[in-house]
């Protein structure tokens, strides 16, 4: 006898009422994605709790591939038998038997569901129990705190036998919240945000701003393979690459120097807002965090945000760079992102860039430049690659616009 099935148990969603079925679909579709390569698996879902059966699939890399996706709290092996108790403690003995016992300790919690079972929980624990004792050695008992907590539960439907939970991603599944365009520089920040929001249920678009012959290829391709780094969370990720070199250039030219960032990350926030219109998205997704760097102060962000009224989400705000990082080791991106390749921002850098900049002096300066025709032009000549986990560059390349 083996585990033949993998309990998963929800996070959060389960307090969310009648969208429950809405976030139980999402799971099962994102779940399904995932497993794909896994051919003879079915899932089963209800409100509370989601099953894939395995049908001879081996669980260990099943298990990795279900710690990356959003909504799940915990899941565990199981083994599933009939309500009858002889079975019930067969099973639950070959469900330890399959684990490293040796040396170990262990309890029984059985739970009742199935009211017309003649075995109450109690009687169920002593009597499983004394069987697992009586045909293992080297394993002892603990009710407090044991190595091995053996859950019985008995179902309507049939008595499930699990024995060691494992610790899902949690969050919300990705695309119940809705969708985000998010702004990935090729650095540290923005991956990070990217995975945060995705965990809180979003869908995400990239979009990246290149500045070519200044930013070579080779800054181009880590930015692809810091989205397929994302798409180990978010299933298929658009990557939407903006030819940026001739608004910067503009700027560059004709805003004083010490304005020329703010004036640039403008013009990024207008054309990511138009990409986000037409791609349907309802909010922005930066990599910012507060006081980080001179476009990051109060002052900035209040002057480069009020080119639109679109929701700015930065979910890395409040933290410090070492939790930031500890966040892209987490998730692989970190490697990626410090390999030394030019950004379109390093290279238009001015000296000394101001901190609190004045709204009004932007718009003067601005004013006497006519970016949108140059805005347009980027918006019309934007590359868009479909990105998924398997990507290879000459996949899929898509002219949207
Ligand atoms: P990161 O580590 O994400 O590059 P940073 O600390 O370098 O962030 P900034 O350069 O001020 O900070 O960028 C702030 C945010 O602006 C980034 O997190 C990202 O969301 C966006 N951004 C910056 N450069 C680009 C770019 N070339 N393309 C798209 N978005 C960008
Ligand atoms: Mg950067």
Redesign the pocket.
Known sequence: MKYDRILIRYGEMTTKGRNRNVFVRRLKNNVSKKLHMFPNIQIEYMRDRMYILLNGEPHEPIIEKLKTVFGIHSFSLAMKCHNELNEIKETALAAVKQLPYEGKTFKVSARRVDKRFPYGSDELNHEIGAYILRNTDGLTVDVHDPDINVRVEVRQDGTYVTCRDIFGAGGLPVGTSGKAM????????????GYLAMKRGLEIE??????PPF?SERAKQK?IDLVKKLTTYGGKIKLHI?P?TEVQQEIYKQVPDEYSLIST?RA?LKI?DALRRRQRALAI?????LG?????TLESMFVINEVTTTPILRP?VSMDKVE?IEIAKKIDTHDI?ILPYE????IFTPKSPKTKPKKEKVLRYESAVDLDPLIEKAIANTETIVIDEDFEAEDEFEQLF
């Open positions: 998010l702004m990935l520089s090729g650095g540290i920040d923005s991956p990070v945000a990239a979009v990246h701003f290149f500045s930013t930015v903006v940026f990350r990024m990511t997704v930066t990599g910012e965090s980080q760097v001179a476009s990051q890395l930031i992102s950004d379109c921002c390093t």
